[in-house]
DNA sequence: TCGCGCTACTGTGTATACATAGACGGAGAG
DNA sequence: CTCTCCGTCTATGTATACACAGTAGCGCGA
């Protein structure tokens, strides 16, 4: 694998993850060092996350982590509506119906692997087959890529909103109506399920999201009057 | 501006203007030389092609400009729907009437332009700038992304189109009806105007595109009888 | 004559050296 | 004491040199 390669996928992951929080300054020489690689490569992989938007060039200060807020969320999820409404409607009309039958009969028995903990994983899993089928139903270059993209950013989002369970069951409900309505070729009742589906899961979101703003404020409000004390 | 830049503009401006036809390999050091720039700025011009989906790495065989066929004409338009029509719609929630006023205005005179061949390129920059105000309308970063990626792509199929005076005025009614819809604040209006006149621009893009595979292949029959009668 | 293998070469991927612009710090003047 | 200007220094942008892999072409053997 090539070194450009790697270090794209270290940064994106420790991104998506977390690991490099929003404001993060990404100096080439430092991360090259840090990643075993020469600039060279380095800085391929940084054009590459500029285009996905994971990285922004802030006036003068290099390039920097971009930022999670609740109107970034809101973005998001409007784009995210267009491109997976439009998928489900195409997939409805291409797909092969044996595919989504088999992950609606996995989807009905979801609700068993959310309840435990060691399963979690498991579930995630059968959500990535979906999109998996859908992208291949769709038969679409263009639109499975900015998917992808897509992707990429509410991958980000959700390891903020540390999804519940209870949250999670009703995924569970809304993954099958919109894998049976695909099965079915049901176009409308696809797109409107998955409308549904996006509006509780940006409700969801945007919870999670000022719970952790105000969480973040609180324990910043904490540090600095703990600073000011010592001082 | 970077070196980079001006390779990426410059490439990418031909590739749309169709001087760099698909298929066409792009080897690093030949293009490099050609444009005046070393190697490093050059790949990161041609990474971002390939991140554009207007170059892709052909097995063994280096870059290539990638194809554009009937099937990519669809795929492309599939997209289109899915981003336009998400767009208006926003725009009509968040526009500034005012705007949209002005712009229907315009667009009412456009048969004027339509008319005398010199003043096409007029028409063409009101297109651009309706464009323009709904992106400023969406309020959206992610989704003007994607558009702007978006018309990269339409650009270069309408180049190979060849607007017609009587298609060209067919879409000016269809942007008009569009650009009231808006300012009207009728989100379902401008949702249907959009989703019909992206059907009547893919019937004609397929149209043109059919003509010229004809051409093309007759134009290759008669080169390849000339070479056989000439060996 | 056909097929297999070897060699040379071209082109990509990576590292590094160099140029330059912009930011930060210090010193001096008002 | 503060503001401004200048110098230095760090970080980015570009060029180039080197390593290696994949390929094409040629030659040799069957």
Redesign the interface.
């Known amino acids: 694998m090539r070194a450009s390669d790697r270090a794209y996928a270290a940064l994106r992951d420790e991104i998506i993850d977390w690991q490099l929080t929003p404001g993060t300054v990404l100096a080439e020489v430092e991360q090259a060092a840090r990643l075993g690689v020469s600039r060279?490569p380095l800085?391929?992989a940084l054009?590459?996350l500029t285009?996905d938007?994971l990285v922004a060039t802030q006036a003068g200060r290099g390039l920097m982590v971009t930022d999670v807020s609740a109107d970034?969320i809101r973005?998001?999820f409007?784009?995210r509506?267009?491109?997976e409404?439009?998928a489900v409607r195409?997939a409805a009309t291409r797909r092969d119906p044996a595919v989504f039958d088999a992950l609606a009969l996995e989807f009905e028995r979801a609700s068993t692997l959310i309840g435990r903990p060691e399963d979690r994983a498991a579930y995630y899993e059968l959500v990535a087959r979906l999109d998996a089928a859908i992208d291949d139903s769709?038969?679409?270059?263009?639109?499975v890529?900015?998917l992808e993209n897509?992707r990429t950013?509410l991958v980000r989002v959700r390891r903020l909103a540390k999804d519940n369970a209870a949250r999670l069951l009703e995924s569970a409900v809304e993954h099958l109506t919109i894998t049976r309505a695909i099965a079915d070729g049901d176009v409308e009742l696809a797109a409107s399920a998955t409308h549904l589906h996006l509006h509780r899961a940006l409700q969801h979101a945007l919870g999670a999201h000022d719970l952790t703003i105000a969480t973040t404020a609180m324990s910043h409000h904490g540090t600095t009057t703990l600073e000011r004390t010592a001082s």
């Open positions: 060279t800085r391929e054009a590459r285009a938007g970034s973005q998001l409007e784009l509506r267009a491109l409404e439009q195409l769709v038969d679409n270059g263009y639109l890529s900015a897509l950013h």
